[in-house]
């Protein structure tokens, strides 16, 4: 999965039928230490997230294997919100 | 899905037989500011795109998961026409 | 998808026997102006491409989804030859 | 499969519910000679791995091909710990 | 499929059961003209191949396509070693 961050949302009204009532997100891929990479992806939220929660993105095939996302033509998907994280027992981030 | 921006049309009479009729498009990615990111696709049309028109556009076996594409070998599909998008609370895009 | 252009192929007698019969075409990606990008791949065909011909070339799983490549492992596959493209109206491409 | 090594860990309470018990471990891609490549993945823990090992992490619906990952939004697990590697008959890695 | 060169190998003891058994090499990626591109991949091998051989390397659910891989969390398998290749008539390869 890569590490986002949730900075936007989309909205779409012409699309394929099986996308309607899908919520789509805009992410922002962040490294281990939170900072921006440049890459970026547009996902399905699974989960519930609010703007500028960090959040986990899955893509391919296994973005389908949610409730909202099975056999969808949908490539990524955010499947968790994350709480914190830690690298060589350093915190990096912790969820207000 | 990647955010991207119908630029041109392609055409290819000979092909794989399950590929007849489908409409293929030129996709440019663009980010989250709309700006062109160097990236591009040649995408299988699901929604009815004009030319210009900001898409999203599924990949890999996702591409898959329309009416028009399933079971071809389709990896890139068009399967949404973008309305509008913000990021932070400000506007980036509206379709006019 | 991804246009390249199709600049040599391939021999291999040693390989997983349901590869067999297949041909191997070396294969550049090209821009949606024609220009070579630096990426490659090594594609199935399955349509019958002549050397330095411009194709259509599908990846992942959607590379078996023709009756060459169907169950083998086979991640690349040319499954349309491009007659023409064009980008904001002007022909950017034409097929001898 | 990719090189990585395991440099954190991740918590995420509310995520998909078939995500419940995974565990998530932050990893860094490395090169053959060992060193960090710069990329990185949060991927689901399938072999009960430790702090700083080297590990081999699978992708795509690959990653699902496990026990603990198997009809999960999942695209990268650990499915291995490294012992050692060389490269050219040069030991590049040995597990202390 | 990726053009690969074998450099090395890797030994695994403790992974996802499913791999007992399995050759585990280090390739790195090179072009159409031989040479090395700075990408690398480890991947099952499903036919034979010996130091220094050149290979095609599939990816993704394709690499499970083989009989040593299939239902295995494998994401890259050498499926051929190369005899020859050649760019525009010229050959650029032949194994010894």
Redesign the interface.
């Known amino acids: ?3 986002g961050k949730v ?10 039928a ?2 309607d009532g899908l919520k ?1 997100m ?1 992410v ?1 891929h962040v ?2 230490e939170g900072r921006e990479t440049g890459g ?4 399905v939220d ?3 997230v609010g ?1 500028g929660e960090l959040v ?1 993105v ?10 909202a ?1 099975q ?7 955010i ?11 350093v915190e ?1 981030y912790r969820k207000d």
Chains 1, 2, 3, 4, 5 share one sequence.
């Open positions: 999965m890569n590490l900075v936007g949302t989309l909205v779409a009204t012409r699309k394929e099986t996308m789509l805009l922002r490294d281990t970026q992806v547009v996902a699974a989960v519930g703007p986990l899955a893509t391919g095939s296994s973005a389908r294997q949610t409730v996302t056999n969808r033509p949908c490539d990524a998907v499947m968790a919100i994350v709480d914190t994280w830690e690298v060589g027992g990096k």
